[in-house]
């Protein structure tokens, strides 16, 4: 038998907080728990977190030094007839972005163009190449989107000769900023600035509102540039706090009724309906935002630009068709290198656990779409993922990499600086570039890295919980109650719940290696309710008892609503621990699951496998006990192989 081998973060009840919170907002228990462990407390916060557009926000003038600037140089532009270029990116918050700025620009009268590197040729952001041709081409103004904060030299060759530039980006700041005539970057606003999460959309949004305000001429243009801002800020993964939780409460709203053409061809080819009253972020992030990237990844980005820009429904649904059969092609890629990445990995299963992280690299790979391969190791693994394919006859390595919470990627990154040729990212994932020479020396830097913020337990998929739940709580009243928590995401993520011991009624494989579960709780007599647990195909059949961490669905079927669980975690049934047990964990040797925990006060470590069997031994002895019960207790000697790896491995898993 396998399971997943997880660790469990369960939030620590506060009742008495709980209690104050359900007088002053009548929220079910398990939501105010949820809302208490979001860390919004006071009155005011809560109030802004249920109604974001309860908050009175500064005017973005008084919040951006460069804004009134930007808008003075766009004007000009616009009304001497300048031409001018947007610079954009090929993921989603850059396709948006240049949709979005080439809608408002085009509105305002401009002379608007844009160019969008190519991610394999080019790489990422504006470069001296698309500036020279820019020079070439008559061009006055260079309007960077989503880059261009680290473009230091690109930059300054704009400046030599005769351009005007405008940075728009959202990336972290590099020592020296570029010499542009303006920049606008929420990392350059106090921290305390509704504004400070903003997707490179936000900033254009921002940008496009103000100039259409200075010219009179914002009518009509408001909801198609909210609509695209909701868009790309739910693709890009930022933070759903401040502005961007209240602007994407409106634009959830909006979406579904959309005017424009390619949001509602978009919207037709994945199968959402206009009859939904708001769309959802989990729509964005996994039916329409994958289908904008793909073609960033895969294909060419002018599809997505034409897409969102145009007017005509024609060319709208057939660049959406475009864009289908696109990401059909990506998922097709993604999974035959998931599978390959997989091999590699199992076929040396002690590395990535004696380096404390997963560095793969192969040929031929696509480095359009590794980094979304990455997210899927560090799902199925646990660990910080460097993953990357080699490029220009295998002298150089090109990645992508994906971290977990205890291991900061761009922090890892600058650890290796002087053996890579280049990189950035964030806190949670990043890309980077170095000679395949040098492949040895990046894992052991890496792994002296890992070394310093990880510990053995670090090393599995970490489930975070918000509370535990009873079925009979698992109501459709629960559900629209998470519903009122909208936008959930990055920075505000889906409740998720667990209950023990449950009993698995029924379980079978479903469409691409799912398992579809009938579950009750306590009994065989209760209310069955139905569970997915998606890509866990390698873990049929589940055991009859078993510990469950899940979100909540809503299945709607013929106007009927049934609650469904979304399975995100699992794990043997708990057992009661003495009240001086103070570390408990699982894990998984020679094929079988085991749970131990360990008592500080008598020293002793327990150790019980799946058969009810356990293993006690006092620190310091060499003679242990084994059995299921007191009655049927044995002396066994623990310097014996078979139990001294045993002891070792759950030693290391619980720290000690």
């Given at each position: ?621 060499r003679q242990g006990f084994l059995g299921t019960t007191r009655e049927n207790l044995q002396n066994v000697d623990i310097t014996q192989q078979r139990y001294f790896d045993l002891i070792k491995i759950a ?6």
């Amino acid at each position: 038998m396998k399971l997943p081998d997880q660790r469990w973060q369960v939030a620590v009840p506060n009742p008495k907080q709980v209690e104050q919170l359900i007088k002053t907002t009548k929220l079910p228990p398990l939501i105010a728990q949820v809302i208490i462990n979001r860390g919004i407390e006071s009155s005011n916060a809560i109030e802004i977190y249920l109604s974001p557009e309860t908050q009175t926000l500064p005017s973005p003038l008084e919040e951006f030094p460069d804004l009134e600037i930007s808008v003075k140089l766009l004007k000009d532009a616009i009304t001497t007839e300048k031409k001018i270029v947007i610079c954009g990116d090929y993921d989603a918050d850059g396709m948006t972005s240049t949709a979005l700025l080439l809608r408002a620009l085009t509105h305002l009268g401009a002379d608007v163009h844009y160019k969008i590197p190519n991610r394999i040729k080019d790489g990422y952001g504006i470069n001296e190449h698309i500036v020279e041709a820019c020079a070439n081409e008559g061009v006055g103004l260079i309007l960077t989107v989503d880059n261009g904060i680290t473009a230091c030299k690109p930059i300054q060759r704009a400046i030599e000769l005769g351009l005007s530039v405008i940075i728009t980006d959202h990336h972290n700041l590099p020592k020296k900023l570029p010499p542009a005539d303006a920049i606008l970057n929420p990392k350059l606003l106090r921290e305390t600035s509704p504004y400070c999460g903003l997707a490179g959309v936000g900033v254009a949004y921002i940008l496009a509102v103000t100039i259409a305000q200075s010219f009179g001429l914002l009518k009509g243009l408001v909801n198609p540039l909210l609509e695209l801002f909701t868009l790309g800020t739910i693709a890009d993964l930022v933070p759903l706090v401040g502005v961007n939780r209240r602007w994407l409460k409106r634009g959830l709203r909006k979406l579904p009724h959309s005017k424009l053409a390619g949001v509602q061809a978009l919207m037709q080819v994945t199968g959402i309906s206009e009859e939904q009253k708001q769309l959802k972020p989990d729509d964005i992030g996994f039916r329409l935002g994958p289908r904008i990237n793909a073609v960033g990844r895969i294909g060419e980005p002018q599809i997505a630009i034409e897409l969102l820009t145009t007017d005509d429904p024609k060319i709208a649904l057939e660049r959406a068709m475009q864009c289908e059969q696109i990401n059909n092609k990506r998922k097709s890629i993604c999974e035959k290198i998931e599978l390959e990445a997989i091999h590699l990995i199992e076929n040396t299963p002690i590395l990535w656990k004696r380096d404390r992280v997963l560095v793969v690299i192969k040929s031929q790979w696509h480095h359009g779409v590794i980094g979304i391969v990455a997210s899927r190791l560090v799902e199925r693994y646990g660990v910080p993922v460097f993953i990357g394919t080699y490029e220009e006859n295998s002298s150089k390595i090109r990645g992508s990499a994906r971290g977990i919470k205890e291991f900061n990627i761009v922090e890892g990154l600058d650890f290796c600086q002087d053996i890579l040729e280049k990189y950035g990212g964030h806190k949670a994932a990043g890309g980077f570039s170095l000679s395949a020479s040098k492949l040895e020396a990046f894992k052991q830097r890496l792994s002296t890295f890992a070394h310093q913020c990880l510990k053995t337990q670090h090393l599995k998929p970490l489930v975070i919980i918000d509370a535990q739940a009873n079925f009979k709580e698992l109501t459709t009243n629960l559900y629209q109650s998470i519903d009122q928590l909208q936008p959930l995401g990055i920075g505000n993520p889906f409740p998720v719940f667990w209950t023990p011991n449950i009993y698995i009624v029924k379980q079978r494989i479903v469409g691409k290696n799912h398992i579809k579960l009938e579950i009750s709780q306590n009994d065989y007599n209760q209310t069955e309710i139905y569970a997915i647990a998606w890509r866990w195909g390698e873990y049929f059949p589940l055991p009859k008892r078993v510990d469950i961490a899940y979100k909540l669905t809503e299945n709607d079927w013929n106007g009927n609503s049934k609650i469904e669980l979304d399975i995100v975690g699992i794990r043997l049934p708990s057992y009661p621990l003495s009240a001086s047990d103070q570390k408990s964990e699982i894990f998984q040797y020679q094929g079988r699951n085991y749970r131990c925990s360990f008592s500080a006060t008598e020293k002793k470590l327990k150790i019980r496998n799946d058969q009810g069997k356990v293993l006690a031994v006092k620190r310091g002895e060499r003679q242990g006990f084994l059995g299921t019960t007191r009655e049927n207790l044995q002396n066994v000697d623990i310097t014996q192989q078979r139990y001294f790896d045993l002891i070792k491995i759950a030693m290391e898993v619980l720290g000690l």
